[in-house]
């Protein structure tokens, strides 16, 4: 079957550095992303990797490793903004997005 | 200008009732897909069209039926809604091809159904 599993929840301090892991089966991979979604919002694009190693974009970097079929989101300087929902998802063969459960992470002052 | 816009937000009915949500994107994106999100916050894929071609067509109640009439809107309708029914359905909007995982989905805000 198809399945993505990561922490349900995670707790952080104002100003920390958190990461979300993501490990993942799918029949097929084509690669992993990472969306963001606030209480009663829309999930928001946050990146893709393709390939193995670190992609960065501002606070936010994401890493995948193909052969440990495994990823994680590192999100730095944690503002109280960064409270939300994070989902990966697995692009699959058929061009499908699986999502993940989700991993709500909660920003403390 | 919204980009993925859906109608209507919220959506109170009875059980047994025929209901339609409506969703346009103005992005010229090829694909569009439709979301259910449970109470849990589980993302499922529902259903995909690229270029008003049906592409993707998950394990779904045949209840529900979507409907391309061209390639800019997607529209969903469900009959004789179920209590199980209630979510939040969301419809997004991707570039094809592989231009959908590097570019990413973009989602309307949402439609919550609520089945009484």
């Known amino acids: 079957g198809q399945s993505l599993e990561q922490p349900s929840e995670v707790t952080a301090v104002e100003g920390a550095i958190v990461q979300i892991n993501c490990t993942y089966q799918t029949s097929g991979f084509y690669g992993l992303s990472w969306y963001q979604q606030h209480d009663g919002g829309a999930p928001t694009f946050l990146s893709y990797?393709?390939?193995?190693g670190l992609e960065e974009t501002g606070r936010f970097s994401s890493f995948l490793s193909r052969s440990d079929s495994y990823g994680y989101l590192l999100l730095q300087e944690l503002q109280m903004k960064d409270s939300a929902s994070y989902f990966c998802a697995a692009q699959d063969s058929s061009y499908k997005l699986i999502f993940g459960s989700g991993t709500r992470l909660l920003v403390r002052p | 200008d919204t980009a993925v816009s859906q109608t209507p937000k919220y959506l109170v009915t009875q059980m047994g009732n025929d209901k339609s949500i409506k969703c346009e994107q103005n992005l010229g994106h090829d694909t569009m897909y439709w979301y259910k999100q449970d109470s849990k916050k589980f993302l499922k894929i529902m259903f995909s069209y690229n270029n008003k071609e049906l592409i993707i067509n998950e394990t779904v109640p045949n209840r529900f039926s979507p409907k391309s009439p061209d390639k800019a809107h997607l529209n969903l309708h469900i009959n004789s809604l179920e209590l199980g029914d209630s979510a939040v359905y969301f419809c997004?909007?991707?570039?094809?091809?592989?231009?959908?995982?590097?570019?990413?989905?973009?989602f309307g805000s949402g439609t919550r159904l609520t089945v009484v």
């Open positions: 990797n393709a390939l193995d």
């Open positions: 997004a909007s991707s570039l094809g091809g592989t231009g959908q995982a590097n570019y990413g989905y973009t």
